[in-house]
């Protein structure tokens, strides 16, 4: 029989994150994962260090976004010292090519903090010359910053092998073992982890294992995404792209990033023509010079659809040493740090960052899942 002081369910970056926290406070920590490290909704994404319609999302988010936003840098730099991969934050800037709620836009800004730019569509012109726009409402948000969320997750997943955290890839995870209202452990792979802590932060597949595991319904549902990724010179896009509800991505060697999609489709990552079709011609709308660029990749992703997007963070409410910190929707990413802080500071008894209220997980559902 193995046993941890903690063990976390969910190798994507809120349980890479979370294993991180924990190590630091001198846990020993046991991460296991159905399948590869960071291969799932973690790594699907975009890498957008903000919600893609901030002015529109609750507040407990938004509360968790603007911490992380904060630490992200030292994070990243801290990350590439320690492993040598750069996990290419850059602060390339969020810009809404027609955003049609600028006023909301602007007050939530102003109340927030958030610098904003406005502009006509001359400036934006000067700004984004390959863009072809007709909106009316250009607005950037010039300091909002991305990460290569690929490169990030590795960089993650090197810094925690130098922790000496234990790393166990394809354990599937069959249930939660609990006696006398007490999480004791996990069976995994047919066998027993004993541990004092257990932590699930397994994505879209949190729901599923609280409900194979005898505990009450955890609102948390796969969402379906599909995105592309465009072989384009660098250069040929400064910003991140807002238009319509899906966005362009740059990255440093040029690549376009196109997304996405949102469909449920339970437990299906299967990529559609259709899929391929809308966002190929959104992008080559938009920029019209990727017609040109080779179309790399075609992939789905699972996101973790929540209530109203806001995460659970935080201990069962009825069963001792169980703890939670999943269903971020799209916001991960860039609510990751915040989320591994906060759950850190329930386990360890710390004074929390933010109110917890707000996140902590309920024996009953209610209100309906994001999407």
């Given amino acids: 029989m193995n046993r941890t002081d903690v063990i976390i369910i969910g190798g994507g970056v809120s349980g890479l994150m979370c294993a991180r926290e924990l190590s630091a406070a001198g846990k020993r920590v046991t991460l296991v994962d159905r399948q590869a490290f960071g291969k799932e909704s973690s790594w699907a994404g975009g890498g957008i260090l903000s919600p893609l319609n901030p002015w529109r999302t609750a507040e407990p988010v938004t509360a968790l976004c603007q911490w992380s936003q904060l630490a992200y840098p030292v994070l990243a730099e801290g990350l590439k010292e320690s492993t040598g991969t750069d996990p290419e934050w850059l602060s390339s800037g969020l810009l809404f090519s027609d955003c049609m709620e600028i006023d909301r836009a602007k007050a939530w800004a102003d109340t927030h903090g958030i610098r904003y730019e406005t502009m006509d569509s001359e ?46 890839e394809r354990h599937p995870v069959e249930q939660i073992k609990i006696e006398h209202e007490k999480a004791v452990g996990v069976i995994a792979n047919g066998q027993l982890i004993s541990a004092d802590t257990v932590v699930v932060t397994a994505g879209a597949w949190s ?49 376009i990033l196109a997304g996405s999609t949102v469909e449920n489709a339970y437990f299906n990552k299967s990529i559609t023509d259709s899929a391929y079709e809308a966002l190929s011609r959104f992008a080559t709308t938009l920029l019209p010079a990727l017609r040109q660029a080779p179309i790399e990749k075609h992939w789905a992703g699972l996101r973790p659809g929540s209530l109203n997007g806001i995460p659970f963070i935080g201990p069962h409410p009825e069963v001792a040493n169980l703890y939670f910190n999943c269903g971020h929707f799209r916001n991960g990413f860039v609510m990751a740090p915040a989320s591994a802080r906060l759950l850190a500071n329930h386990v360890l008894h710390q004074t929390p960052i933010v109110s917890p209220e707000p996140y902590l997980p309920a024996t009953e559902s209610c209100g309906s899942i994001a999407t």
């Fill in 123 to 168: 400036d934006l012109g000067q700004i984004e010359p390959n863009l072809c726009n007709q909106g009316e409402n250009p607005l950037i948000l010039p300091d909002i910053a991305q990460v290569r969320n690929p490169r990030l997750l590795r960089a993650l997943i090197a810094d925690l092998t130098k922790r000496g955290v234990a790393m166990r």
């Fill in 207 to 255: 729901g599923l294992l609280a409900c194979n595991s005898g505990l009450a319904e955890l609102p948390v549902m796969p969402v379906k995404g599909e995105m592309l990724i465009y072989h384009a010179p660098p250069g040929l896009l400064r910003h991140m792209v807002l238009s319509g509800g899906r966005y362009l991505i740059p990255r440093k060697d040029g690549r």
